[in-house]
């Protein structure tokens, strides 16, 4: 109950605070979209949601930045798993710092560099082969580097938006034991924030 009664007081503090400089604006989103995995040229598709916080800071009335953190999880076969397969499963934590310019009181496009962590990996298993020398390795490195453009169209306290991430780096991860591997991550997914 004292847990309760003080995330409230912090609240409405931090409501009061927004009330006095505008300049400050925390955004709390949610979304979910198609995983586009580019495995040495074969693309797979699959499904990815996540739910982040922003901070936007206004320069003036065209131009913002807005740092933030998102959790992200990315599944090649929701859907469609069966027996014998890989879903390829990855979950992240990912630190974007965005760029935003506001053309009117509606609209922003954001452009922005994203830091990702992958905090839960899968992991190879040729089925094949069981003594495979990769099996129960991380398919995945542990970091990786996107770009982030998006778009989105506020009203009143809402947005909804839709933003892509495109992943920069070889997120694919051998082991020294497949050279030429390549892989890389991205995504396309809408989005619905409340802003306050």
Same mark, same amino acid.
């Given at each position: 109950m004292k847990k309760t009664i003080f995330t409230l007081i912090l609240l409405l !503090?931090? @409501? %009061? @605070?927004q009330a006095q400089d505008w300049r400050w604006e925390h955004n709390i989103h949610v979304g979910s979209g198609l995983l586009i995995d580019n495995q040495? %040229?074969?693309l797979k598709r699959g499904f990815t949601a996540k739910v982040g916080y922003g901070i936007r800071y206004r320069l003036n009335s065209g131009w913002s930045l807005m740092p933030g953190v998102a959790y992200r999880t990315a599944c090649t076969n929701l859907f469609?798993?069966?027996e014998g397969s890989d879903d390829d499963a990855f979950q992240y934590i990912d630190v974007p710092l965005t760029v935003q310019f506001h053309p009117d009181r509606h609209w922003v496009l954001g452009l922005a560099p994203v830091l990702s962590f992958c905090i839960d990996h899968d992991e190879w298993y040729i089925d094949a082969n069981p003594n495979d020398p990769l099996n129960g390795r991380s398919k995945i490195k542990p970091f990786s580097l996107g770009l982030q453009p998006s778009i989105t169209y506020q009203w009143r306290r809402m947005s909804l938006g839709v933003e892509a991430t495109v992943g920069l780096l070889n997120d694919g991860l051998h082991h020294g034991l497949r050279p030429g591997y390549k892989r890389r991550l991205s995504n396309v997914m !809408? /989005? /619905?924030g409340v802003r306050f």
């Amino acid at each position: 109950m004292k847990k309760t009664i003080f995330t409230l007081i912090l609240l409405l !503090a931090t @409501l %009061g @605070l927004q009330a006095q400089d505008w300049r400050w604006e925390h955004n709390i989103h949610v979304g979910s979209g198609l995983l586009i995995d580019n495995q040495d %040229g074969n693309l797979k598709r699959g499904f990815t949601a996540k739910v982040g916080y922003g901070i936007r800071y206004r320069l003036n009335s065209g131009w913002s930045l807005m740092p933030g953190v998102a959790y992200r999880t990315a599944c090649t076969n929701l859907f469609n798993s069966k027996e014998g397969s890989d879903d390829d499963a990855f979950q992240y934590i990912d630190v974007p710092l965005t760029v935003q310019f506001h053309p009117d009181r509606h609209w922003v496009l954001g452009l922005a560099p994203v830091l990702s962590f992958c905090i839960d990996h899968d992991e190879w298993y040729i089925d094949a082969n069981p003594n495979d020398p990769l099996n129960g390795r991380s398919k995945i490195k542990p970091f990786s580097l996107g770009l982030q453009p998006s778009i989105t169209y506020q009203w009143r306290r809402m947005s909804l938006g839709v933003e892509a991430t495109v992943g920069l780096l070889n997120d694919g991860l051998h082991h020294g034991l497949r050279p030429g591997y390549k892989r890389r991550l991205s995504n396309v997914m !809408a /989005l /619905l924030g409340v802003r306050f």
